[in-house]
């Protein structure tokens, strides 16, 4: 049994209020995930400071990248939804690409996020499935 | 909502894209309406210009010009030859008399980045008043603080913060725009709510600023330049 001794999880109410912010990137020419990354962190850090990116509570959620349609997602605390959505936009290059980072939507869950975004299937029909 | 951007910059004035291709991404980015505001380089420049913006039909796409005057004496001279030619007239801001005149000016619809290297934001009491009385609109330039970094930038947001708290408390209305000289310089408006949120405005107000006034300044200049509005309060139905 070499399992990875993790802490226990927290119960709901005790844990922060997140968001998940789905995005498009719209560029001029084709770019790596990892300048895409150092991008979106360069401009949270030079618009909130390290004091603000923590806050923010960031995690650029890497296995939802669709490299096809240039989707992602990225977790933010529900308080700073608005400064995340700015830092964004403010991306005006990705290494020597010129693009733009277009906030597709925002949800309370990857799961949602995913169904509404990444999918064609509209989260009412998933509801009816279940 | 209606979304408009009243200020980006073909390749007529030193921009990089036609306007067909701006309509054709503003229209992608989710704006109903974009205004070509070039800089003023002569009347036959402006009548190309028209012309041009006529042609576009899937998006409503407005002619406008940016004034960019060394002096009040030039501004007003420049006001006077365009003002019944265009949808939307823009001053950029940054010297005080400048600012000062065209907040006294009810021809002007935009006063674009009072703030514009400048130490300080630019604004003050007696021209807020007279900007709300007049119906001018302040304006906030994303270009100028996308394409600024670390200390610029930290100043520009620091003015533009100030002279969103001042516009608030005057009730002067405020409108944000790309200022874009190419497709790369847009943004979605709503990180443009975004932004002005950020800065301390109300959702309400940020949400204002890239939807009903600009669409006011718009619809009126459309009736004065039809001929259905006589004048302020005054309407031909």
Redesign the interface.
């Known amino acids: 049994m070499n399992e990875e001794k993790k802490p226990k999880p927290l119960p709901p109410s005790l844990r922060g209020r997140r968001r998940y912010i789905a995005y498009q990137v719209l560029s001029e020419d084709k770019f790596i995930l990892q300048d895409l990354i150092n991008s979106i962190w360069h401009s949270l850090l030079n618009l909130l400071g390290e004091l603000g990116a923590s806050q923010a509570d960031i995690w650029i959620v890497k296995d939802t990248w669709d490299e096809k349609k240039q989707i992602g997602i990225i977790r933010c605390s529900h308080d700073n939804v608005e400064q995340v959505r700015t830092s964004l936009a403010l991306i005006e290059r990705i290494g020597d690409v010129r693009v733009i980072v277009k906030v597709l939507g925002i949800s309370g869950s990857i799961k949602a996020t995913k169904m509404k975004f990444f999918t064609e299937t509209k989260l009412t029909e998933f509801t009816q499935t279940l | 909502m209606k979304f408009y951007d009243l200020f980006v910059q073909s390749n007529l004035s030193g921009g990089e894209n036609s306007i067909e291709q701006l309509a054709e991404f503003a229209q992608k980015?989710g704006y109903v309406g974009i205004a070509v505001c070039d800089n003023y380089q002569g009347l036959e420049k402006l009548s190309e210009l028209k012309e041009n913006v006529s042609k576009i039909k899937d998006i409503e796409v407005y002619s406008g010009v940016n004034i960019i005057a060394k002096d009040v004496n030039e501004m007003k001279e420049i006001i006077n030859k365009v003002r019944e030619k265009v949808d939307v007239l823009i001053v950029s801001g940054g010297d005080y008399s400048i600012n000062r005149s065209a907040c006294d000016d009810s021809r002007v619809d935009i006063l674009m980045h009072p703030e514009l290297e400048r130490p300080d934001s630019g604004l003050d009491e007696p021209s807020l008043e007279a900007a709300t009385q007049n119906n001018v609109a302040i304006g906030i330039s994303f270009r100028e603080?996308?394409?600024n970094?670390?200390k610029p930038?930290a100043y520009i947001l620091n003015h533009t913060a100030k002279n969103l708290m001042l516009c608030n408390h005057f009730r002067t209305p405020i409108v944000i725009c790309s200022c874009a000289q190419s497709i790369?310089g847009?943004?979605?408006p709503?990180?443009?709510v975004?932004?002005l949120?950020?800065l301390g405005l109300d959702i309400g107000k940020a949400f204002a600023s890239a939807t009903s006034i600009p669409q006011t300044i718009v619809e009126q200049n459309k009736k004065t330049l039809e001929g259905t509005k006589i004048s302020e309060g005054v309407e031909e139905i």
């Open positions: 980015l603080i996308l394409f970094f670390r930038r790369w847009m943004r979605s709503r990180e443009f975004a932004l949120n950020s």
